[in-house]
C-alpha cells in the first residue's frame, strides 16, 4: 500500500507540515517539533524543508485566527464524521477536496517526494483534516506520507482505528511519541532489511499479520530547533477577543517569540500527569554552555530576545538550575524567557539569580493546596515552602502563575475551600491561575493503576468514530470512571464542573486572569519591573477561560454542553 522509491531517502526532497487546528487558537508561536526533526534530519544529510500550515490559514483567516468556542465550516465538514468517513473510502466529496486543496496552496509539494504531516495534539477535527490530507496526497499525488506529531498518548483521539485510516490509504506509516530519532530510524530500516521492530513509536502494518505498535520514545536528542522555512514574518501576536479588539498595548504584536527545551522529561513523579507513566523515567538535559552558546545564535539570527523553555520543569534539580541561570549571565545573553518551575528547594538568592538570566515569568504547579490531595497525586509539595517561594520569586521581580486541577478523585469541598484560602492569602504573590478540569489521562500512574488511587470502572471514550458528548466535558479526556467507595461517573462529572465552577469565579474575583506570553514580554521590555506589568492586570473575562462556558464546550465538540444545563 505504501507509495515507496528505491531511491534512497537522502536523495529524496522531504517536507515536513503543520497541519492546521480547527480548535486551538493561533499562538503566533513557531512549531517547536518541526524545527527540531528538520534540525534533526539535516544533520544527518536529509534534504528536508518545513512549512507552518497552520500559521498561513491564520494569518489569511482560511479559518478564524480565534477558534475556540466557535464553529465554522471547515470545522463542522471535519466534524460530519459519517460524511467524512465515505471520503476515507473512496467516496467522492467536493467539499472536502475543496478544503483540503485550499489548506495546500499555501505550500509546494511537486518536487516533494515524502511528506510529512504533523497533527496538533487534542484536536480532533484537526487530526481529521490531518488525515483527509494525507490520503488527498497519496491519491493525488503519489507520495509517501508518514503521519505523526500527536506526541502523547492522551491526545491521541485517531489511536484506536489506525488500521482503518491506513486500509484506506490516509498514511503510509504512523509514529507515535517524538519523531526526531524514529524518523532516522525508519529510515535507515527501510533503505535495509526492512525490519521495522527497532523504529521506536512506529505503529505498521504488514501484509501477512495484525497491526504492531513498538514502543513510543519520549526523550529528545540534544538538538537546536533550526526554523528556516518556516513563516517566521507570520509569528506575532494577532488583535485580542475573538480578533475584533486590539491587543492590550501597541507593539504586542511585534514580539518573536521562540520555542526552546533546556531539559527532557521531568523527575516528578505527580500521579495524574504522563510523566508518572514509564515512558518518561529517563531525565536528560543540555549542557549549559552548549544551550547559551545555540541561544545566542537564535538570537543573532532572528532578531529576537524573547525565548518560551518548553520544559517540563526548569529547575530539574537546583544544580541544574543554577548552572543554567549562571551560564545565561556569564554569556550575557540579555534575553527574557518563561519556562515552568516546582516549588521545592528554590530560595531567594537563587531565584535573584534566575530573574537576572532574564526569566520574566515562572508557571508553578500546584493542583491542589489540599493536604489530602497533595498526597493523593504525590506532588511533593510543601504548603508553607511554597508559599515561602511564591513570595521569594515575587520579590525576585518574576511574574507568578499558578496550575490548578479541579475535580480530583475523591476531591471534597473541604479540599476546595484550602486551594481558595491559599489563593486569597497569596494573592499578592499570585498573578496568574491556570485553571484545569481533571482528566484520566493515558500512561499516567493514575491510569494504569486506577484502584491504588481509588478509581474503578475506568472506560475509554471520545475516540474519532465513538464520540459521546454526554460524558465528555474536557479537551483531553479519554476516559470515564467511578471512584471507589465515592461518586459515580454521573456524579463525578457534575462534581468535577462544581469544583471547576468555584475555583474559576475566585479566579475572576481575585483579577487572577492575566496575560499571554506575547503581552508579558512586551511589558517587561517597556517597563521593567514587575509592579508595572501587575499593575496593568487585565480585568476582561475573556482572560479567564471557562471549560464549561461557551469557550471550552463548543471548543471540543459541536454537541451541547454536557452538563452546563443541570448546573445554574
Same mark, same amino acid.
Given at each position: 500500500? @505504501?507509495?515507496?522509491?528505491?531511491?534512497?531517502?537522502?536523495?529524496?526532497?522531504?517536507?515536513?507540515?503543520?497541519?492546521?487546528? !480547527?480548535?486551538?487558537?493561533?499562538?503566533?508561536?513557531?512549531?517547536?517539533?518541526?524545527?527540531?526533526?528538520?534540525?534533526?534530519?539535516?544533520?544527518?544529510?536529509?534534504?528536508?524543508?518545513?512549512?507552518?500550515?497552520?500559521?498561513?490559514?491564520?494569518?489569511?483567516?482560511?479559518?478564524?485566527?480565534?477558534?475556540?468556542?466557535?464553529?465554522?465550516?471547515?470545522?463542522?465538514?471535519?466534524?460530519?464524521?459519517? /460524511?467524512?468517513?465515505?471520503?476515507? %473510502?473512496?467516496?467522492?466529496?467536493?467539499?472536502?477536496?475543496?478544503?483540503?486543496?485550499?489548506?495546500?496552496?499555501?505550500?509546494?509539494?511537486?518536487? +516533494?517526494? *515524502?511528506?510529512?504531516?504533523?497533527?496538533?495534539?487534542?484536536?480532533?477535527?484537526?487530526?481529521?483534516?490531518?488525515?483527509?490530507?494525507?490520503?488527498?496526497?497519496?491519491?493525488?499525488?503519489?507520495?509517501? *506520507?508518514?503521519?505523526?506529531?500527536?506526541?502523547?498518548?492522551?491526545?491521541?483521539?485517531?489511536?484506536?482505528? !489506525?488500521?482503518?485510516?491506513?486500509?484506506? &490509504?490516509?498514511?503510509?506509516?504512523?509514529?507515535?511519541?517524538?519523531?526526531?530519532?524514529?524518523?532516522?530510524?525508519?529510515?535507515?530500516?527501510?533503505?535495509?532489511?526492512?525490519?521495522?521492530?527497532?523504529?521506536?513509536?512506529?505503529?505498521?502494518?504488514?501484509?501477512?499479520?495484525?497491526?504492531?505498535?513498538?514502543?513510543?520514545?519520549?526523550?529528545?536528542?540534544?538538538?537546536?530547533?533550526?526554523?528556516?522555512?518556516?513563516?517566521?514574518?507570520?509569528?506575532?501576536?494577532?488583535?485580542?477577543?475573538?480578533?475584533?479588539?486590539?491587543?492590550?498595548?501597541?507593539?504586542?504584536?511585534?514580539?518573536?517569540?521562540?520555542?526552546?527545551?533546556?531539559?527532557?522529561?521531568?523527575?516528578?513523579?505527580?500521579?495524574?500527569?504522563?510523566?508518572?507513566?514509564?515512558?518518561?523515567?529517563?531525565?536528560?538535559?543540555?549542557?549549559?554552555?552548549?544551550?547559551?552558546?545555540?541561544?545566542?545564535?537564535?538570537?543573532?539570527?532572528?532578531?529576537?530576545?524573547?525565548?518560551?523553555?518548553?520544559?517540563?520543569?526548569?529547575? +530539574?534539580?537546583?544544580?541544574?538550575? %543554577?548552572?543554567?541561570?549562571?551560564?545565561?549571565?556569564?554569556?550575557?545573553?540579555?534575553?527574557?524567557?518563561?519556562?515552568?518551575?516546582?516549588?521545592?528547594? !528554590?530560595?531567594?538568592?537563587?531565584?535573584?539569580?534566575?530573574?537576572?538570566?532574564?526569566?520574566?515569568?515562572?508557571?508553578? &504547579?500546584?493542583?491542589?493546596?489540599?493536604?489530602?490531595?497533595?498526597?493523593?497525586?504525590?506532588?511533593?509539595?510543601?504548603?508553607?515552602?511554597?508559599?515561602?517561594?511564591?513570595?521569594?520569586?515575587?520579590?525576585?521581580?518574576?511574574?507568578?502563575?499558578?496550575?490548578?486541577?479541579?475535580?480530583?478523585?475523591?476531591? @471534597?469541598?473541604?479540599?476546595?475551600?484550602? @486551594?481558595?484560602?491559599?489563593?486569597?492569602?497569596?494573592?499578592?504573590?499570585?498573578?496568574?491561575?491556570?485553571?484545569?478540569?481533571?482528566?484520566?489521562?493515558?500512561?499516567?500512574?493514575?491510569?494504569?493503576?486506577?484502584?491504588?488511587?481509588?478509581? @474503578?470502572?475506568?472506560?475509554?471514550?471520545?475516540?474519532?468514530?465513538?464520540?459521546?458528548?454526554?460524558?465528555?466535558?474536557?479537551? +483531553?479526556? /479519554?476516559?470515564?470512571?467511578?471512584?471507589?467507595?465515592?461518586?459515580?461517573?454521573?456524579?463525578?462529572?457534575?462534581?468535577?464542573? %462544581?469544583?471547576?465552577?468555584?475555583?474559576?469565579?475566585?479566579? !475572576?474575583?481575585?483579577?487572577? &486572569?492575566?496575560?499571554?506570553?506575547?503581552?508579558?514580554?512586551?511589558?517587561?521590555?517597556?517597563?521593567?519591573?514587575?509592579?508595572?506589568?501587575?499593575?496593568?492586570?487585565?480585568?476582561?473575562?475573556?482572560?479567564?477561560?471557562?471549560?464549561?462556558?461557551?469557550?471550552?464546550? /463548543?471548543?471540543?465538540?459541536?454537541?451541547?454542553?454536557?452538563?452546563?444545563?443541570?448546573?445554574?
Amino acid at each position: 500500500m @505504501t507509495a515507496e522509491s528505491s531511491t534512497p531517502f537522502k536523495e529524496q526532497r522531504l517536507k515536513i507540515l503543520r497541519c492546521p487546528s !480547527l480548535m486551538y487558537n493561533y499562538s503566533g508561536i513557531p512549531p517547536f517539533g518541526l524545527a527540531t526533526i528538520t534540525a534533526m534530519l539535516t544533520q544527518h544529510g536529509y534534504q528536508i524543508e518545513q512549512d507552518d500550515l497552520d500559521a498561513k490559514c491564520a494569518a489569511d483567516e482560511l479559518f478564524p485566527r480565534h477558534r475556540w468556542g466557535k464553529q465554522f465550516p471547515a470545522k463542522d465538514l471535519m466534524l460530519d464524521i459519517q /460524511r467524512v468517513r465515505r471520503y476515507w %473510502e473512496g467516496g467522492d466529496d467536493p467539499a472536502v477536496d475543496d478544503i483540503i486543496e485550499e489548506v495546500l496552496s499555501y505550500t509546494e509539494l511537486d518536487d +516533494i517526494d *515524502v511528506v510529512l504531516l504533523s497533527c496538533i495534539e487534542g484536536d480532533d477535527a484537526a487530526a481529521i483534516m490531518a488525515l483527509c490530507i494525507g490520503k488527498h496526497i497519496r491519491d493525488t499525488m503519489n507520495k509517501m *506520507v508518514i503521519l505523526g506529531g500527536e506526541a502523547f498518548p492522551h491526545m491521541m483521539p485517531i489511536k484506536s482505528e !489506525l488500521a482503518y485510516f491506513y486500509e484506506n &490509504g490516509c498514511f503510509d506509516y504512523y509514529i507515535q511519541g517524538y519523531g526526531e530519532v524514529p524518523l532516522l530510524n525508519l529510515f535507515e530500516a527501510l533503505e535495509s532489511d526492512g525490519v521495522l521492530d527497532n523504529v521506536n513509536g512506529l505503529v505498521y502494518f504488514p501484509e501477512d499479520g495484525d497491526s504492531i505498535e513498538n514502543r513510543p520514545l519520549f526523550t529528545r536528542p540534544e538538538v537546536i530547533p533550526d526554523f528556516d522555512g518556516l513563516p517566521m514574518h507570520l509569528y506575532y501576536r494577532f488583535p485580542d477577543d475573538w480578533g475584533n479588539q486590539a491587543t492590550e498595548d501597541a507593539g504586542t504584536e511585534e514580539i518573536l517569540v521562540l520555542p526552546v527545551k533546556l531539559n527532557f522529561c521531568c523527575p516528578m513523579n505527580c500521579a495524574f500527569c504522563i510523566s508518572s507513566g514509564d515512558a518518561f523515567t529517563k531525565v536528560t538535559w543540555m549542557k549549559p554552555d552548549v544551550v547559551a552558546n545555540a541561544i545566542k545564535g537564535l538570537v543573532e539570527k532572528y532578531d529576537t530576545r524573547y525565548f518560551m523553555f518548553a520544559d517540563d520543569l526548569f529547575n +530539574i534539580s537546583r544544580r541544574f538550575a %543554577e548552572q543554567m541561570a549562571d551560564a545565561f549571565i556569564r554569556h550575557d545573553l540579555d534575553i527574557m524567557w518563561s519556562d515552568c518551575a516546582y516549588l521545592r528547594n !528554590l530560595d531567594l538568592p537563587l531565584l535573584q539569580k534566575i530573574r537576572k538570566s532574564g526569566a520574566i515569568r515562572l508557571v508553578w &504547579g500546584v493542583e491542589s493546596t489540599s493536604p489530602k490531595m497533595q498526597k493523593l497525586i504525590g506532588k511533593g509539595i510543601k504548603m508553607d515552602e511554597a508559599q515561602q517561594i511564591l513570595k521569594w520569586s515575587h520579590q525576585a521581580g518574576i511574574y507568578n502563575s499558578v496550575e490548578i486541577i479541579a475535580g480530583l478523585p475523591h476531591e @471534597t469541598d473541604e479540599d476546595i475551600e484550602h @486551594t481558595i484560602e491559599f489563593l486569597h492569602r497569596n494573592r499578592p504573590y499570585i498573578d496568574q491561575m491556570y485553571l484545569n478540569p481533571f482528566s484520566l489521562i493515558t500512561g499516567s500512574r493514575m491510569e494504569k493503576m486506577p484502584e491504588k488511587y481509588g478509581i @474503578t470502572n475506568v472506560q475509554p471514550v471520545a475516540t474519532i468514530f465513538q464520540r459521546n458528548p454526554d460524558e465528555v466535558y474536557s479537551w +483531553i479526556q /479519554r476516559y470515564t470512571f467511578d471512584e471507589v467507595d465515592g461518586l459515580p461517573w454521573k456524579s463525578k462529572i457534575r462534581q468535577i464542573e %462544581e469544583s471547576y465552577r468555584r475555583l474559576h469565579q475566585v479566579q !475572576l474575583e481575585l483579577n487572577l &486572569g492575566g496575560h499571554d506570553l506575547h503581552f508579558l514580554f512586551h511589558r517587561f521590555n517597556k517597563f521593567k519591573h514587575k509592579h508595572l506589568v501587575s499593575d496593568f492586570q487585565t480585568s476582561r473575562e475573556h482572560q479567564g477561560f471557562d471549560y464549561f462556558g461557551r469557550d471550552g464546550q /463548543r471548543g471540543h465538540s459541536p454537541a451541547k454542553s454536557v452538563v452546563s444545563n443541570r448546573i445554574n
